[in-house]
């Protein structure tokens, strides 16, 4: 039966994962996979979060069932749709250790159109954003591009280069520099000075 099937498979992924009708195909039809997942969030089994998007929620003895991260939310969303998904110029900068600035606004640049979700608490915000500014998406280089973006031309200082080039692998190091080229060109000398650290 498909609904022991789809359960089989939630379960198999472990408590706090994602997923979209979508992702649930090859075990039946749209409408069949649509009902059962209906039915396991009837049931409590899962939750729906949003309109096509459910999760297997984590639970905690003192908080009950927790809400996922915006940002696996945001990721989840953007694989349903076929979106490629940045962070936010603000987020990368905080992540990467530039601004101590947690943002207030979950906010990611996409290349689908411009939308809010909202997900229990959670407000998130897609911006449709120029292919430039896509560039290294998901990727360590996408984070540094875009953190880069939030300092600005004139604030790009040595300890910011520093920072930047401390988070870095060889493997980044190679995609900065085979996409730097696609990307405003005011970051080229100054990847080439991250990328030439150590």
């Known amino acids: 039966m498909i609904m022991s099937k789809i359960l089989q498979r939630i379960k198999g992924k472990g408590r706090g994962a994602i997923f ?3 992702d649930l195909l090859d075990l039946g039809s749209r409408a069949s996979v649509d009902q059962a997942l209906s039915r396991l969030a009837d ?10 998007l459910y999760d297997y929620p984590k639970l905690s003895t003192r908080f009950g069932t927790i809400y996922p991260s915006a940002d696996d939310v ?3 969303i953007a694989r349903k749709d076929h979106y490629v998904l940045q ?4 987020t ?3 992540q990467l250790g530039l601004s101590t600035q947690v943002p207030s ?11 809010t979700k909202t997900v229990g608490r959670q407000v998130i915000h897609f911006r449709n954003a120029s292919r430039k500014t896509l560039v290294g998406a998901g990727q360590m280089s996408g984070a540094i591009f875009q953190a880069l973006r939030y300092v600005g031309k004139d604030g790009v200082t ?5 920072t930047l080039a401390r988070a870095l692998n060889d493997k980044d190091r190679d995609q900065l520099q085979k996409q730097v080229r696609q990307v405003p060109a005011w970051m080229f000398p100054v990847v080439q000075q991250i990328t030439a650290r150590i």
């Open 20 to 22: 979209a009708p979508t």
């Open 43 to 52: 049931r409590g089994v899962i939750r729906r979060l949003t309109r096509g």
């Open 74 to 76: 945001a990721r989840a």
């Open 87 to 90: 962070v936010s110029p603000a």
């Open 92 to 94: 990368a900068a905080n």
């Open 105 to 115: 606004k979950s906010t990611y640049m996409t290349d689908g159109p411009s939308r």
């Open 158 to 162: 040595d300890q910011v280069i520093s």
